[in-house]
Structures are given as structure tokens and as C-alpha cells.
């Protein structure tokens, strides 16, 4: 009946070759902002590309991943509305 404020994504790889891309879809008629967090080995990581992303009613947005967190066997990723 109701969207989850949170969602996570455990297990992402951005080796060369790879593709990471998280698909944002918002399927209500108001905008909602975003913000997603990578934790990878040695910490935490919060590209400002990826703080307050807006993805407008109705549409769908695509973050490439691999373009901030680069050559990693293995990362999560946390999204919170």
C-alpha cells in the first residue's frame, strides 16, 4: 500500500567490463528526492551526485554507478527517499 522509505542493494561489481546502474522509478505524481550511499571495503562512499537526485512524477532515472565507484569486485548500495 505504501512505498519503502529504503532499499538495499548488496551486491554490485564496476570491474572493467561491467555495467553498474541503479534504476530510479517513481510511479506517484509528486516528485521524490533521493539519496544514495556505496559501501565498498575501506568505508563508506556519498558521491554529491548522488545526494538529493530528483526523479520527477512519472519518470524514470539511471545513476551509472561504475562512474563513481570505480573498479571494485564488490560493493552495496543504500537508497533512501
Given at each position: 500500500?505504501?512505498?519503502s522509505?529504503s532499499?538495499y542493494f548488496p551486491?554490485q561489481?564496476s570491474?572493467?567490463?561491467?555495467t553498474a546502474?541503479?534504476?530510479?522509478?517513481n510511479?506517484?505524481?509528486?516528485d521524490?528526492?533521493?539519496?544514495?550511499?556505496?559501501?565498498?571495503?575501506?568505508?563508506?562512499r556519498s558521491p554529491?551526485?548522488?545526494?538529493?537526485v530528483?526523479?520527477?512524477a512519472?519518470?524514470?532515472?539511471?545513476l551509472?554507478l561504475?562512474a563513481?565507484?570505480?573498479?571494485?569486485?564488490?560493493?552495496?548500495?543504500?537508497?533512501r527517499?
Amino acid at each position: 500500500r505504501e512505498a519503502s522509505a529504503s532499499w538495499y542493494f548488496p551486491s554490485q561489481t564496476s570491474l572493467i567490463g561491467a555495467t553498474a546502474q541503479l534504476v530510479l522509478f517513481n510511479p506517484f505524481s509528486s516528485d521524490a528526492g533521493v539519496d544514495v550511499t556505496s559501501a565498498v571495503a575501506d568505508g563508506v562512499r556519498s558521491p554529491t551526485e548522488w545526494t538529493g537526485v530528483v526523479v520527477p512524477a512519472g519518470t524514470v532515472k539511471v545513476l551509472d554507478l561504475a562512474a563513481q565507484i570505480q573498479r571494485r569486485d564488490q560493493f552495496a548500495v543504500t537508497v533512501r527517499v
